[in-house]
């Protein structure tokens, strides 16, 4: 197992960070010590400021799409696992509801996103239901192909990374811990915030790191979304590996980590993942 | 704890129904376009009902040669689902007691997990694309290239089911009574035959499970393999390329076979687990019951 991460995840990412300093032309690479792929990257960005330059808008652009996601993506994901984990009250119903949560993320995410086409499109299901209610008159072109739609298709894929985590740390809960609020006169939402949401925040932490993560990189969902014309971190590295530039595309994705890893610290400030396991 | 159902449980459960909705909703809505007619377009109406988009799909006179990433896609979901399910229970069982490295190949496996796919896509990519140089400059001026489905292809799809498999582990022997191995050392039993014959039935629902995350994470695996699979493409793969491309319903005939295939396999592990759940129930312990 070991051999594997190493060979297959460890020294790849070794050789990202090598390549990341090469030096390349028109149809190869060259092994020669350089900063260029980190340069031409921010070409400009400093005799623009304080203007953001396209790659400096990008990355925030990115950011941002991240935290909208993760808002709701947490927002739905601890109400449904609020939900399965108090209000389910047999065994049996939570394991098939859950099972019921879980196997969308068996199956394919291109098809779940190729399946908002028909609802969103020009003709779809939502604007001929609009038309005809009488609500417009025109179809609304910003439902699909647009950053409306990356984000709903991926708090769509997502939101399970939230669910199972933080369903997780809802079960640990001892339930004589709320019995106990209960008896003391709490309402429910005063047992909501005193109690269940602190005992859950290793399951939001872990929750959140995943779908920050996968947001952070993805390129799949905001190609397919956006209609191929939304541009985001993950997006700039394909765009590079399609152009050949492995330099360049290696110097953004080490940039990516970067970030990644930095947010990631921060939330790891807040928990420690190892005990929760 | 309170007797009778409060409101609060009404609300969330129409949430739940809502979200449930959400997720399965537009599946549905591209299973049911899937079976139109042969004038039918991308969006409703339906123009019809027919088999039509399937039977061009399998005529294979379009873009792509469907069958072949379909076969291909499933010999590399099984030989995934194999490793990753051989490895994790072995990992799994090294990790009940402290061993030199324990950590590092949890972090590993932790950080694979996270870090994104395109970089570790990307990684691999030049991995072998240097591997690839220096076979040529040191070796044989002729080699072509290691890339391929089963090297490359293979390995990027392990770091993304290894872990899983590893925490359902984990998850696994958090609970697990470990009494049970000593009561079976000391009757007498060898380490592989308590193994054998008493944690592995124990655990085997869940190592079923852990082999259908094993072959559905394989077979819908898109951003890994994106660089690293070489010259051949897997059915995701060919799939995503079609929806820059394709105005035709076939690509939500596709899309059908596709999910119709995971549901299979998930159908399949969960009978699988049910039937041994019950079996353990049936044949397991007689505790309690004054034998």
Redesign the interface.
Known sequence: ??L?????????????VM?SFWDYNEYQMIPRFTTRGYYESFEGCLTKLPELCTMLATYVKTVKLCLIVWLFTFL?GF??A???AF?VRSKTWQIA?S???T??F??????????????L?R???VN?GLMDLGITHEPIEWLLYSEFSICLALV?LF?FFMIVPIFNSMMRID?RL??AA?DAGAT?WQTLWNIIIPLCKPGIVIGS??VI??V?????TI??MGG?QVAAA?KI??TR?NALQ?PA??AN?VI??AI?FLI?TMLNRLVD??KE? | MREGRPKSFYLLAAFFAAYVLFLYGPMFAIFVLSFQGPQGGLTFPMNGFSLHWFAKLFAGNGIVDIGAALRRSLALGLVVMLITVVLSVSAGMAFRKKFQGSSILFYAAIASLIVPSIVTSLGIALEFRIIDDLFKNYISSDWQTGMGLFTSGLGAHLTWTLPFGLLIMFAIFNRFDSRLEEAARDLGATPWQSFRFVVLPIILPSVIGIALFGFTLSWDELARSSQAIGSVNTLPLELQGLTTTVTNPDIYALGTVTTGVSFIVIGLCLGVILLLQRRQKKFGSDAGKGV
Request: hydrophobic letters at 60%.
């Open positions: 197992m070991m594997v991460f190493a060979l297959f995840f460890i020294l790849p990412l070794c050789f990202v390549v739905i109400t449904v609020y939900f399965l209000h509801l099972l019921l949560c196997i969308p068996w199956t394919s995410n291109v098809i779940r996103m190729i399946a908002w086409i028909p609802l499109g003709n779809g299901l001929t769509h939101t339930r709320l019995e209960y429910g790191i995943f993560t996968i952070m990189g993805d390129f799949i190609g397919v191929q993950g590295i394909e590996l492995f595309a290696a994705a990516l980590l990644t990631i993942i190892r396991l």
